[in-house]
């Protein structure tokens, strides 16, 4: 099932929108090491085991193999890789701006850059913060799942589904098949993903994407979850 429920108009100003491409991040940022996601082919488990894949690779190798344009899940600049990017990232956050009557304080402290490839997938899994995806390049498909659907999510593992990169949850015997909602995300769109919701993320295009949680009022809903 299919639903457009995003919000627009709310980041129209922000410079990212217009500036962006391969050629603006190279020079915007200049000769630094990144940290990202590689070699995840290996491993259908790769989310999960997120803190095996962590590379520190020059970032213009990093641009030029998106240059290539590819379709890959093997390579991706993720929220996993937030702190250890933080600082040399920092050069692009001047291109971002405030959310008013949704977000507060420094989104920057806050904030994750999700960089990579055509085909990039972040399995079924849910947050334990309210985020707000926003998307700046290409287009991202998502799909959905509440957390009425908790029971046929097949929650094996911390917040993560055994459902894995099947986006359909195909492998869900008939009669037991969770109540799906799909949407594409494109540039200058955004969508709010409340804590619980399940959901299956892939790059459509070569994509560059936000997720914020500095928000209005308390967000921080993982300081007593211990099951991981």
Same mark, same amino acid.
């Given at each position: 099932?299919?639903?457009?429920?995003?919000?627009?108009?709310?980041?129209?100003a922000?410079?990212?929108?217009?500036?962006?491409?391969?050629?603006?991040?190279?020079?915007?940022?200049?000769?630094?090491?990144?940290?990202?996601?590689?070699?995840?082919?290996?491993?259908?488990?790769?989310?999960?085991?997120?803190?095996?894949?962590?590379?520190?690779?020059?970032?213009?190798?990093?641009?030029?193999?998106?240059?290539?344009?590819?379709?890959?899940?093997?390579?991706?600049?993720?929220?996993?890789?937030?702190?250890?990017?933080?600082?040399?990232?920092?050069?692009l956050?001047?291109? %971002? =701006?405030p959310?008013?009557?949704?977000? *507060?304080?420094?989104?920057?402290? $806050?904030?994750? !850059?999700?960089?990579?490839?055509r /085909?990039?997938?972040?399995?079924?899994?849910?947050?334990?913060?309210?985020?707000?995806?926003?998307?700046?390049?290409?287009?991202?498909?998502?799909?959905?799942?509440?957390?009425?659907?908790?029971?046929?999510?097949?929650?094996?593992?911390?917040?993560?589904?055994? %459902? =894995?990169?099947?986006?359909?949850c195909? *492998?869900?015997?008939?009669?037991? $098949?969770?109540? !799906?909602?799909?949407?594409?995300? /494109?540039?200058?769109?955004?969508?709010?993903?409340?804590?619980?919701?399940?959901?299956?993320?892939?790059?459509?295009?070569?994509?560059?994407?936000?997720?914020?949680?500095?928000?209005?009022?308390?967000?921080d809903?993982?300081?007593?979850?211990?099951?991981?």
């Amino acid at each position: 099932m299919s639903f457009k429920l995003v919000l627009t108009q709310a980041v129209e100003a922000w410079r990212a929108l217009s500036a962006w491409s391969l050629d603006y991040l190279e020079t915007a940022v200049g000769p630094v090491f990144v940290e990202l996601q590689a070699g995840r082919n290996a491993d259908e488990l790769y989310e999960q085991n997120s803190a095996q894949y962590k590379r520190k690779v020059p970032w213009q190798s990093f641009l030029a193999a998106l240059r290539q344009g590819q379709s890959s899940n093997d390579f991706y600049l993720t929220a996993n890789n937030g702190a250890a990017n933080r600082s040399v990232l920092a050069p692009l956050w001047k291109d %971002f =701006g405030p959310i008013d009557g949704i977000l *507060s304080g420094n989104s920057q402290d $806050q904030g994750f !850059l999700w960089l990579g490839p055509r /085909g990039t997938i972040t399995p079924w899994h849910h947050d334990l913060t309210n985020n707000l995806l926003v998307q700046i390049m290409g287009r991202k498909r998502l799909t959905l799942a509440s957390p009425a659907q908790t029971p046929r999510m097949r929650n094996h593992c911390h917040c993560y589904s055994e %459902f =894995g990169q099947d986006a359909a949850c195909q *492998s869900a015997p008939r009669g037991a $098949q969770p109540h !799906l909602l799909r949407c594409d995300l /494109g540039p200058g769109e955004l969508i709010f993903l409340p804590i619980g919701w399940w959901h299956h993320v892939e790059a459509l295009d070569l994509s560059a994407s936000l997720t914020l949680t500095n928000f209005n009022g308390p967000n921080d809903f993982y300081e007593s979850y211990t099951t991981f």
